[in-house]
């Protein structure tokens, strides 16, 4: 299976390299955020803790999606994330492969294809499942250490979360790490770390696996990361693509910690008011803010927004199957208003972008 994913990633690139006539795109850039996990629950709850301020609620087209995957009717992030990023359902825990484990080419992949920049930001390692969807092409999501490899195959401009341990598995004569740097990528391990005038492409590996949560001290990190891939990839005079991630939204929700989710889902908000505001001085942005599935059952039995408290209740420590909202901001947000499949998510931003076959 890694054979064949290597081989086609390897034809995508090939094909990559030579000059594409990209179809008249309607928007440059877009920006696609994901709060793994996030409901409306979630978002009201944030809301509320907040005492009635998100920048979320600027977004001016709100839609639902369809999130159940292709052999369940629950989703996994695996199976979400895919379905947004090659704009076909597949099964649970599968990730950038179709229903049959057919490797498929992601959005990401497709924007390299026609000379955009790319970018994926998390608040989780960068082989977890919903980056994992846009980059690599396993049938389990599991397959940390194959899915770290899948990111030699690729070409994206920067990448930024946790998962060093991937990368550098010394059980390897060659790490990872080492392969990337051999293709021309400047490997760091902190914000700080990335120069603005480095012309390499750039992976950020900021936590040996996990990064913190915010209430443990992680700081304006996705903000900040948010910040620093937009300003490398819009260099790009093509445009680009980026999937930035609230990725422990959902964690919050498998542990039913209201606290836990709140806090990460005000952190995501200060992300997309960054992505905001890059769309409001750059014409042609579009921001799209989704999520894979909603985590926990979350309801809110009660609340105060003048004082920020709330009082909730969860039904299960996992997934459920309710459909999850997509807001849009920017150029061509219009087009994100209704319900949907997952799937057709995909299917708008390639046209979107002029990248149609």
Known sequence: MHAISVFLSTIFLLIGSFSHARNEPRVKNIILMIG?????????????????????????????SKTYSSNEYITDSGAGGTAISIGEKTNNYSVGVDSQGFPKQTILERAEEYGLATGLVVTSPVTHATPASFIAHQISRNENLLIANDFIDS????????????????????????????RGYTI???????????????????????????LDGRGNYLSRATQIALSRLSKNQNGFFIMIEGSQIDWGGHNNDIDYVVSEMIDFDEAIGEAFRFA??????????????????????????????????FSTTDHTA??????AYGEGAEEFAGIYENTEIFTKMIKLLGLMK
Do not use: W
């Open 188 to 214: 760091v391990y902190s914000l700080d770390d990335i120069k603005t005038s480095d012309p390499n492409n750039i992976g950020c590996l900021v936590a040996d696996t996990n990064l913190p949560k915010v």
């Open 322 to 327: 309710v459909m999850v909202p997509v807001f």
């Open 155 to 182: 070409d994206i401009d920067i990448f930024i979360g946790g998962g060093r341990s991937y990368f550098e598995n010394h059980d390897r004569a060659v790490t990872i790490s080492d392969e990337l740097r051999k």
């Open 36 to 64: 793994d996990g996030m409901g409306v629950s979630q978002i009201y709850a944030a809301y509320t803790a907040n005492r009635g301020s998100l920048n979320l609620t600027r977004a001016t087209f709100v839609g639902f």
């Open 280 to 313: 409001d001085e750059n014409q042609g942005t579009l921001v799209i803010v989704t999520a894979d599935h909603e985590t926990g059952g979350l309801s809110i039995v009660d609340g105060d927004i003048a004082t920020g408290q709330i009082k909730v209740h």
